[in-house]
């Protein structure tokens, strides 16, 4: 029974034993009885407690159990081991996976969109909190910072490499002249630090002056480039002009050609189109 209609129900008995009773009941008993009418009605009024008192046992609802909260073990989603529930990696596998967060009296963790979601341990089932349940939008932002998310980021600015001073000159040559890149004006008071920045598509490329440049052999900047017809003329551009270009091999990522340059500064430039 639901604990509306528990309610209901101790009205009602509260009306007829406090009400109607003590004058249809009590009195007539107590004068058949040679008693007084009010100690019919007092009497009746204290037999009426006993009655409320037993119809609100019989109508309320055990509570649930609460879930358990204590320390806790999940199965490690790559070889199934039994690895602690706050744990990010397996001891057995050594694979990474997301932990749990414990928070509010419930254990949480993101499903495949990244949206938060608690554990109902009654049901055994995960429960988002936009279903209607009170238990709240998830643990605290303190929580919900240390965790991967993507949601406050809309797109890449810019990447920047490193060039020695007073080489401007070789870098407009480079990006702007055989790559074909746009220059963009850099805000006055960047524009004293030298350098120069140029456009590729909605991002940006920015060359930066450093005292002691160390060139970028590994980690690189990748461009895209409209097509594969586009792509074999920079090429082409670069290698007339003495740079070395060194092609991809397709297999590596299908559907893509692409090839390796290194900039007037050693830096490695990476340029990629659809096949």
């Known amino acids: 029974m639901s604990g509306r209609e528990g309610d209901v129900l101790v009205l009602i008995a509260v009306v007829l034993l406090f009400a109607v009773a003590p004058i249809i009941v009590g009195a007539p008993l107590a004068e058949r009885r040679g008693r007084s009418v009010w100690f019919g009605i007092i009497l009746t009024f204290l037999f009426g407690w006993f009655g409320v008192l037993a119809v609100l046992f019989a109508t309320r609802t055990p509570a649930k159990p609460r879930a358990s909260v204590g320390p806790r073990r999940r199965p490690c989603p790559e070889c199934g081991a ?81 060039a020695p001073a007073g080489r401007e000159f070789d870098a407009r040559r480079f990006y702007g002249g055989l790559l074909g890149l746009e220059e963009v004006e850099k805000p006055p008071l960047l524009a004293a630090r030298g350098g120069c920045w140029f456009a590729v598509g909605a991002q940006q490329l920015h060359i930066g002056v450093a005292d002691d440049v160390a060139p970028a052999t590994k980690a690189h900047p990748a461009l895209r480039v409209r097509g594969s017809r586009e792509l074999e003329e920079i090429a082409e551009r670069l290698a007339e002009a003495g740079y070395e270009v060194a092609w991809a091999d397709g297999d590596e990522i299908p559907g893509l050609r692409r090839f390796h340059v290194d900039d007037p500064f050693g830096n490695r430039v990476e340029l990629l189109a659809p096949a």
Request: aromatic share 8%; net charge negative; glycine share 14%.
């Open 82 to 162: 039994e690895i602690a529930a706050t744990a990010g990696t397996c001891a057995s596998c050594g694979a990474a996976s997301t932990p749990w967060t414990l928070h509010g009296g419930h254990w949480w963790s993101r499903d495949e969109r990244g949206e938060w979601r608690y554990l109902d341990d009654t049901r055994g089932v995960w429960v988002s909190p936009t279903d209607g349940s009170t238990t709240g939008a998830g643990p605290e932002p303190a929580v919900r910072s240390s965790a991967v998310s993507g949601t406050a980021f809309v797109g890449l600015d810019h990447v920047q490499v490193a």
